[in-house]
């Protein structure tokens, strides 16, 4: 048989666990509840904001994260006003700006030395300085890495030409066959090629370039500075970028 706690200590017990509950109440009345736009775990179990994000807090550089998983400034493309008494930021010259990329870029060469055009009735680097960035393209239309670029390099055209993208092809000949312009001029069509493309069976613009493989191409900036190039397949994406990267340069420099 089970043997009763006496009185006195039943009621010790009772008194402390009266106690004890109304310290609880009072812990808990006195933490601050989560707020609606606090951090929560979002559908993958991982923390995120399930609100909008304080400007305050955020500085000048930071980034948010896109639906996509990529990253965007969060800054407008605006220019930033000068404070009351502050002098505005002096913009770089022309000359200068050139004479910086004298220092780190190599010039493009002109095309120049064509045995035929397909296309166009002429091409011109200089002529395209200020209004177009360029893509020259060095390919020969029996070389299967250059079939297997092509629909990438329509692709990137049909995509900028009407932002400024010029991409002029340069046919330089593996054999002899490819010389004949009627035999590149039925490549031209068969391949859909719209822009303009200069023959060049006497390797003049090849060797302007030092060039060495097939395809190649060469991304020039509306100053006419190489600023990008490629050797082989691939890198479509990074030529992407980089058409336009050197496409909003030239809406800066042209204002």
């Known amino acids: 048989m089970r043997e009763l706690a006496p009185k006195p200590v039943l009621l010790i017990l009772t008194l402390l666990l009266v106690v004890g509950a109304i310290a609880l109440i009072e812990l808990r009345l006195g933490t601050p509840g989560a ?3 606090g951090t929560q775990a979002n559908a993958n179990g991982q923390p995120g904001s399930a609100g909008k994000a304080d ?3 955020r500085g000048p550089d930071e980034k948010k994260q896109t639906a996509n998983g990529a990253f965007a400034d969060t800054e407008k493309n605006e220019p930033a006003k000068p404070e009351a008494g502050q002098e505005p930021e002096q913009t770089v010259s022309d000359a200068e700006r050139i004479a910086s990329k004298e220092s780190r870029y190599t010039r493009a060469r002109e095309i120049t030395g064509s045995t035929g055009l397909i296309n166009t009735d002429g091409v011109s680097i200089k002529d395209a300085a200020g209004e177009k960035v360029v893509l020259v393209e060095f390919w020969t239309y029996s070389c299967y890495n250059c079939q297997n670029a092509q629909p990438h390099i329509n692709a990137l055209y049909e995509k900028y030409r ?6 002029v092809g340069v046919h330089s000949p593996e054999f002899g066959f490819e010389r004949e312009i009627s035999n590149v001029r039925e490549a031209v069509g ?3 090629i719209e822009y303009p493309v200069v023959l060049d069976n006497n390797y003049a613009i090849w060797n302007a370039y030092d060039q060495r493989f097939w395809p190649a191409w060469y991304v020039i900036d509306a100053d006419g500075f190489i600023r990008y190039r490629h050797f082989g397949e691939g890198a479509y994406d990074e ?3 980089k058409v336009r990267e050197l496409l909003a340069e030239r809406d ?3 204002g």
């Open 190 to 192: 068969q391949a859909n």
């Open 252 to 254: 800066r420099i042209s």
């Open 239 to 241: 030529t992407d970028q």
């Open 55 to 57: 400007s305050k807090t």
């Open 162 to 167: 009407d932002d400024g993208l010029l991409v």
């Open 35 to 37: 707020d609606a736009t």
